[in-house]
C-alpha cells in the first residue's frame, strides 16, 4: 500500500499520524482477510482444510482486535463511542446513537 494509505503529503504529516493511518490500514485489511477465510470455509469440503482454515481465521481475529484495541487507546472519543456499542445487548443502531452523542 505504502504512500498510498494517506490523502495528505506524508512528508506533512507527523510520525504519530503515520502511525495511526498505517494501523488503520492494518485493520482494514485484517477486516478483509476475515471476509476472505469466511468464504473459502462457507465452500470448502475438506474437513482438515476447514479447520486450518478456521484456524488461520481465528489469528485474523486476534490481529484485527489488537489494531482495534491499539487505535481505540490513540482515540479517546472513538474509544468512548465504541464503549457505547460494543459489548452491548439490544438494537445497535440506538446503542450507536447514544454513544455518538455521549462522546460528543
Same mark, same amino acid.
Given at each position: 500500500?505504502?504512500?498510498?494509505?494517506?490523502? %495528505?503529503?506524508? @512528508? %506533512?504529516?507527523?510520525?504519530?499520524? /503515520?502511525?495511526?493511518a498505517r494501523m488503520c490500514a492494518s485493520?482494514?485489511?485484517e477486516a478483509e482477510a476475515i471476509g476472505?477465510?469466511? !468464504?473459502?470455509?462457507?465452500v470448502e469440503k475438506d474437513a482438515d482444510?476447514?479447520?486450518?482454515? @478456521?484456524?488461520?481465521?481465528?489469528? @485474523?481475529? =486476534?490481529?484485527?482486535?489488537?489494531?482495534?484495541?491499539?487505535?481505540?487507546? #490513540?482515540?479517546? =472519543?472513538? /474509544? =468512548?463511542?465504541? !464503549?457505547?456499542?460494543?459489548?452491548? #445487548?439490544?438494537?445497535?443502531? =440506538?446503542? +450507536?446513537?447514544?454513544? @455518538? %452523542?455521549?462522546? +460528543?
Amino acid at each position: 500500500m505504502g504512500a498510498d494509505q494517506y490523502h %495528505e503529503p506524508p @512528508e %506533512e504529516l507527523s510520525q504519530e499520524v /503515520r502511525t495511526f493511518a498505517r494501523m488503520c490500514a492494518s485493520l482494514a485489511e485484517e477486516a478483509e482477510a476475515i471476509g476472505w477465510y469466511a !468464504q473459502r470455509i462457507a465452500v470448502e469440503k475438506d474437513a482438515d482444510a476447514v479447520a486450518i482454515l @478456521e484456524d488461520s481465521m481465528g489469528e @485474523e481475529f =486476534k490481529h484485527f482486535s489488537m489494531e482495534l484495541e491499539f487505535l481505540l487507546r #490513540k482515540t479517546p =472519543k472513538w /474509544r =468512548k463511542t465504541a !464503549q457505547g456499542i460494543l459489548f452491548t #445487548k439490544g438494537d445497535i443502531v =440506538k446503542h +450507536g446513537e447514544a454513544a @455518538e %452523542e455521549a462522546a +460528543g
